[in-house]
């Protein structure tokens, strides 16, 4: 596997849920952080939450207490559950990896997925 991963889009209506998946490549040997972006058409893209590889996160405020973004137990996989959406959740949600291909970061790099769309019908 050599592309981010991404999965989990599609169609809900408003208040409903969906989750979103994100799996790193499996080159990247260090991660530090994990995360989803999302760009809603004609805006620019804008952070959703984050995860460190400490465990720690970060949300928009836009969503907090909606949105909890956790990641699995080999530190490569990451879920963002996304609950009482909003039509203005709509947008294609990209998913980011910072790290490198080494054990050891001397710096890390950032690898995009394609996106995933989220449309919130009202």
């Known amino acids: 596997q050599v592309e981010v991963v991404e999965s989990g889009g599609g169609l809900v209506e408003s208040g409903g849920s969906l989750r979103l998946s994100c799996k790193a490549p499996g080159h990247i040997l260090s991660i530090d952080t994990m995360g989803w972006y999302r760009q809603a058409p004609g805006k620019s893209r804008e952070l959703v939450a984050t995860?460190?590889?400490?465990?720690?996160?970060m949300y928009a405020d836009s969503v907090k207490g909606r949105f909890s973004l956790t990641k699995d137990n080999a530190g490569n996989t990451v879920y963002l559950v996304m609950n009482s959406l909003k039509p203005e959740d709509t947008a294609v949600y990209y998913c980011?990896?910072?790290?490198?291909?080494?054990?050891?970061?001397?710096?890390?790099?950032?690898?995009w997925g394609r996106g995933t769309q989220v449309t919130v019908s009202s």
């Open positions: 980011l990896v910072n790290g490198c291909s080494t054990s050891v970061c001397y710096r890390t790099y950032d690898y």
């Open positions: 995860i460190k590889n400490v465990g720690s996160t």
